[in-house]
């Protein structure tokens, strides 16, 4: 995952949502507090965490380091999950299946929060498989599968005693497993055993002699660990307040994170949690969903934001299974074959239990919140990625024990062999996430064609404002530049573009001027009332259109004043 990260991470350019990560976590920290107040909130830790970072080097690298360190983080506790839920081998290939994922290396090569979420989520997983006690074979919060090892232990035991009637009375092949006398404690002669009452009291204890022991100091019987059930469930406690505060930091990161809390409760659900562990969860929950409140109560003052987003489809369902799990085609397809003989012949029954319900529920109720208010979109959803490798490795694991039986090193080194070959199909599109034009703008192209075209002196205006987003990120084309439109700038303002002045204001401003730049947004839907007062003044002299924008001159249709 560190090599798919650092190759190519300097596209040389930045699009419009790195931009914004770039102004605002290069402002000062009052000046982020009053922007949050109107812009960006849900992001606003973000910003707080990349302050330092870009303190330290502002450059598109340094944007995208966090990205992909954090990228890094999440393939190693995908792999950690594999490994508790499963074996090492599966562990490894759910570790390279997400490290090789397309999507998971185009967004640890942006600078935007949404790697630092989906590394973030997988830890909480992570600690809501340790405090739950949903490993195999452990009961560590308390779940079922301790107790029936206990259960089978303890029957085990009374099988045991039963046989060694018949042979507790044999002597020991190794005599340094014989009791002996503690060191430095005079030897004395064994005494005889004592007359029973019975048969059945000889044979007790023949078995009670037969526990090696030093010296005459007698065998502790087997009970809870250090401090008792209180120091258990103490640091139950402790695991479960790491996991609401993961859980807590991982929404106060992206609002919509907080998804993960329903596709946990699910996970309890059908590992048949005891009481304990579901009040544990409810507890963490509980706390996070309170630290996350108030956040949320911003988020929707400012949900114009998201305005842009449309009301989604059945078929945005597929689009983020297709992409999470494929893109192309081929691997689309194993991966579902894969997934679906880990869910219907499920030999690792709680790796199948953490890992189906979160690619399932963050999905559907962000889709059926999205019915309500749009706001479903692949990007939100990334930290549900981490299910679908669990499963995908699962079922290869499944297949492997049918296949190659107990040749483990063959079985894993043909899986790594799949995954490679799954790699080496798809390198095309790793190479396209790498190119310039692999996200939605190319603002150092944009700035660079402008400054060509244009003189220094030359009014400009930008509309709306965000389009002034060019600027800001590449400021050096177009720094001869007059925004005269600008009224006061973002840092200023608590706003991300600034605020600029009125109609009048503006025209004021315009007297004397011979021609002026329009950068207006290349929208159909977009009326900017900056054209609207240059057309009643100025007439359209040049007008080409650029990715995502239109660049206008005006020149003036009379004298000037």
């Given amino acids: 995952m560190l090599g798919l990260g650092l190759w190519g991470l300097d596209r040389g350019t930045m699009w419009r949502d790195e931009s914004a990560t770039y102004q605002m976590a290069r402002r000062t920290l009052p000046q982020i507090r009053d922007a949050l107040g109107t812009v960006d909130a849900v992001h606003g830790l973000y910003y707080l965490l990349m302050h330092p970072v870009l303190a330290l080097r502002p450059s598109e690298v340094t944007l995208r380091l966090p990205s992909v360190l954090a990228a890094m983080a999440a393939t ?99 005599p340094a497993l014989a009791p002996g006398p503690a060191p430095g404690a005079a030897s004395t002669p064994t005494p005889a055993p004592a007359p029973g009452p019975g048969p059945g009291a000889a044979s007790a204890t023949r078995v009670r002699s037969a526990v090696p022991v030093r010296g005459d100091a007698s065998r502790p019987a087997p009970g809870p660990g250090p401090g008792g059930p209180e120091a258990t469930g103490h640091t139950a406690g402790w695991r479960w307040a790491a996991y609401g505060g993961v859980v807590a930091a991982t929404a106060l990161l992206h609002l ?66 297709e992409e999470f799990a494929g893109p192309s085609a081929l691997v689309l397809a194993v991966n579902l074959l894969l997934i679906a003989i880990a869910v219907v012949r499920p030999r690792r029954r709680a790796l199948t239990a953490v890992a189906l319900p979160l690619i399932c529920v963050p999905p559907v109720l962000l889709f059926a919140l999205a019915l309500h208010r749009p706001c479903f979109h692949e990007r939100y959803l990334l930290f549900a990625l981490a299910g679908i490798p669990l499963l995908a490795a699962a079922g290869v694991d499944r297949l492997a024990e049918a296949v190659s039986g107990r040749r483990r090193a063959v079985a894993g080194a043909a899986g790594v062999l799949v995954v490679g070959c799954a790699f080496v199909w798809q390198f095309p599109l790793h190479q396209r996430e790498r190119e310039p034009l692999s996200r939605q703008d190319d603002l150092a192209a944009l700035s660079a064609t402008v400054g060509r075209l244009t003189r220094p002196g030359e009014p400009v205006l930008y509309d709306p404002p965000k389009e002034r987003r060019i600027a800001i990120a590449y400021p050096r084309p177009l720094a001869g530049l007059r925004d005269i439109a600008l009224n006061t700038p973002g840092p200023a303002s608590g706003t991300l573009y600034g605020i600029d002045v009125g109609p009048a204001e503006l025209l004021r401003r315009l007297d004397g001027a011979r021609s002026a730049w329009l950068i207006a947004a290349d929208e159909p839907e977009t009326h900017g009332p900056k054209a609207a007062v240059l057309t009643g003044h100025f007439r359209l002299a040049y007008s080409l259109c650029l990715p995502g924008i239109r660049l206008e001159r005006y020149v003036r249709a009379g004298p000037a004043h």
């Fill in 76 to 174: 190693a506790l995908v792999a950690a999950l594999g490994c508790r839920l499963a074996r090492p081998r599966v562990g490894l290939w759910a570790g390279l299946l997400y490290a090789t994922t397309p999507v998971v290396t185009h967004y640890a090569q942006e600078g935007r929060s949404y790697a630092l979420v989906a590394a973030s989520a997988a830890a909480a997983t992570y600690l809501l498989v340790d405090a739950a006690g949903l490993v195999p074979g452990t009961s560590g919060g308390g779940g079922r599968a301790g107790g029936r090892a206990s259960r089978g232990g303890s029957r085990a035991g009374g099988r045991a005693a039963s046989r060694s009637g018949g042979q507790a009375d044999r002597p020991a092949r190794d």
């Fill in 256 to 321: 919509f994170a907080v998804l993960m809390l329903a596709a946990h409760a699910l996970t309890l659900l059908v590992s048949r949690a005891p009481r304990r562990a579901w009040w544990g969860w409810g507890s963490a929950a509980a706390g996070a969903v309170a630290a996350v409140v108030p956040l949320a109560l911003v988020a929707r003052r400012q949900s114009a934001q998201i305005a842009w987003i449309r009301h989604p489809t059945p078929g945005r369902l597929w689009a983020v299974a």
